[in-house]
């Protein structure tokens, strides 16, 4: 699993060992960390290191690669185009020749909603038209055609998994999302609430929605795990290569994340409303059908448990080790 410290990683990587899959993790610690992967195999190093992949892949007769490991600030990708197109794309063509020469023969590809750029329509299904409208996001749909190609020439199988936002946290919390880089709404409002360091700023409440806030599809980060899960078993049954959406298909907007945060503290988020942010589409949400026909996975929880779990989790972080669980 390349990327297994990060943040859906980490997640992943504990499913799968609560099922007894022997997992090893490649991730270079660049911005995760050592202990979301727990007591489980970590090797520490760069997924386009052609030698150590290929290494780590004949000792441990790796069948499977789940590919996490990716740069994901849509923000900073449209500041550093090059480091977002050399370590995404790049370095993932390093990592499945290493794999190819090293026999591994399936690939679950961490990829994301925002490959649709503004959707057509919502619910979003897998037939929409693809066009990136972020660098971050172009780096996942090439990944995709690049792995269309590997499937063509080398038989290397994948299933690319386009997520919607991932959210939420263990529910012992022993791992989340670390909010230090986070620059996704969820952790961001609940900073702003426990610390008051800096209010939310809203991207726009003008738009044409019920509540005039953008809506977007949250999903459990515990739902993506097993997603990830059933993406491994469809390949072992000699499932063939696809792409498939993974969201809850329910849409929430910025002010229901926002109450919903509020109603668990018992004290609002401090926010104000600021002009809307270029690039943000009005309304996303998936449409599951496809996740669940392909993969016969389906979502367990819902925006109550994202928010619930996130919020215990960051308090824990706040109160740290000593502090009660
Ligand atoms: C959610 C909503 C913002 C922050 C991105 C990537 C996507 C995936 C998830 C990686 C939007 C609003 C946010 C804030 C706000 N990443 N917002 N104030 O942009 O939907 O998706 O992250 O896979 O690929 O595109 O997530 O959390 O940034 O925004 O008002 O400080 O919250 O406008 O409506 P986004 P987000």
């Not at 970590?42 to 789940?66: F, K, M, N, P, Y």
């Not at 990136?132 to 690049?146: D, F, N």
């Not at 900073?191 to 044409?208: I, K, M, S």
């Not at 809307?276 to 389906?298: K, Y």
């Amino acid at each position: 699993m390349t990327g297994g410290a990060g943040y859906i990683g980490a997640h992943t990587v504990r499913a799968l060992h609560a099922i007894g899959r022997p997992v090893i993790v490649l991730d270079s610690l660049e911005l995760g960390s050592a202990a979301a992967v727990l007591d489980l195999p970590l090797v520490v190093g760069d997924i386009s290191d052609e030698a150590l992949v290929e290494q780590i892949c004949r000792d441990h007769e790796v069948d499977t690669i789940v590919h996490f490991a990716a740069y994901k600030n849509v923000g900073e990708s449209m500041k550093l185009p090059a480091k977002y197109f050399h370590n995404n794309v790049d370095g993932t063509v390093h990592l499945l020749d290493a794999a190819v020469r090293a026999g591994v023969r399936h690939v679950v590809f961490s990829s994301s909603c925002s490959v649709y750029g503004t959707p057509a329509s919502v619910p979003v299904d897998e037939s929409q038209p693809i066009h990136p409208e972020s660098v971050y996001a172009e780096t996942k749909a090439i990944v995709e055609r690049v792995l269309h190609w590997y499937g063509v020439v080398h038989g290397l199988e994948s299933v690319s998994l386009r997520y919607f936002n991932a959210a939420g946290a263990s529910f012992d919390s022993a791992i989340g999302e670390d909010w230090t880089y986070a620059l996704n709404l969820i952790p961001v409002a609940i900073r702003a609430l426990l610390t008051g360091d800096q209010e939310l700023q809203v991207f726009g409440d003008d738009y044409p929605t019920p509540d005039g806030t953008c809506i977007r599809d949250y999903i459990h980060v515990d739902d993506l795990a097993q997603a990830h899960i059933a993406a491994i078993d469809y390949l072992a049954a000699g499932g063939d290569s696809t792409a498939v959406n993974v969201g809850t298909g329910l849409g929430s907007s910025v002010f229901d994340v926002l109450r919903g945060i509020e109603r668990l503290a018992g004290r609002p988020v401090p926010h104000h409303v600021v002009d809307r942010r270029l690039g943000d589409p009005v309304s996303t949400f998936s449409d599951p059908a496809r996740s669940f026909a392909v993969l016969g996975w389906q979502p367990k929880y819902g925006l109550d448990e994202i928010l619930s779990t996130a919020y215990r989790w960051h308090v824990a972080q706040l109160e740290g080790p000593a502090g009660p669980g």
